[in-house]
């Protein structure tokens, strides 16, 4: 099966950048500030937030940062001011964006979504075993003394990536044939308390980032 991010390209749209804004990498703040030929505290205060009351910490303001500053126009296309000292977060792209989630609308994705299905209609029946649920299995690896695994998986479009590929897992990753038994007997006995656990995780952890990006602060160094 063909990977999904062969298939991937950059549509510089700049929907990411906008609805994402800029990522707070502390690694990079340094190498940006010096390509931008500001101080550090400068480069806080004019793109990430401003400094708390005590002086002890920064503090992040989502609205210097989202759509991100460096945004530039070029023609009908976009382009990064600090392409070459960008934060992590923005190398990820798209991968950051998730496919389309974070508010993203990625053009570039849905490219890549399509002419990947279309190609799946053309793949081999052994291929097309992945666009259901199916087994992957990885034999022992004698030089590196790896495996066996066996993967239970889901579809032909994913958002893990094993061995170069890309799926979206069902299970956790099993070892032995026992591990393999459980992990279906436990999908089929629990999906829908997994399906409510997963949905009050989710509600849980959204609220709690929400609160976390009203009030986080960065200690200062
Ligand atoms: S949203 Fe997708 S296509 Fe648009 S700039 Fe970001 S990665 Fe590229
Ligand atoms: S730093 Fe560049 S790549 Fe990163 S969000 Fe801003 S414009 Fe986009």
Redesign the pocket.
């Known amino acids: 099966m063909s990977g999904l991010w062969e298939y991937f390209e950059c549509q510089r749209c700049?929907k990411?950048?906008e609805a994402?804004?800029?990522?707070w990498d502390p690694a990079r703040t340094e190498e940006i500030a010096s390509f931008l030929n500001i101080s550090v505290e400068e480069l806080m205060e004019r793109y990430y937030g401003r400094l708390s009351p005590d002086g002890e910490a920064w503090e992040l303001e989502d609205h210097k940062r989202t759509p991100?500053?460096?945004?530039r126009s070029e023609g009908d296309k976009k382009a990064?001011?600090?392409?070459p000292v960008?934060?992590e977060?923005?190398r990820l792209?798209p991968f950051e964006t998730d496919f389309g989630r974070q508010g993203v609308d990625c053009p570039g994705a849905d490219i890549a979504f399509e002419k990947s299905s279309q190609n799946d209609q053309t793949t081999s029946d052994e291929d097309k075993s992945f666009t259901r649920v199916g087994l992957l299995k990885l034999p022992f690896d004698e030089e590196y003394l790896a495996g066996p695994i066996a993967f239970v998986v889901l579809g032909g479009h994913s958002i893990k990536s094993i061995e170069g590929e890309e799926y979206r897992c069902l299970s956790a990753e099993c070892r032995t044939y026992e591990e393999l038994e459980f992990q279906i007997r436990f999908l089929r006995d629990n999906l829908d308390q997994i399906a409510e656990e997963g949905k009050k995780f989710f509600q849980k952890e959204f609220e709690r980032r929400e609160k976390w990006r009203e009030g986080r602060r960065i200690k200062k160094e």
Not at 80 to 83: E, M, P, Q, R
Request: glycine share 16%.
């Open positions: 700049g990411c950048c994402i804004g800029l990522p991100c500053p460096f945004l990064c001011a600090i392409y960008r934060p977060g923005c792209y």
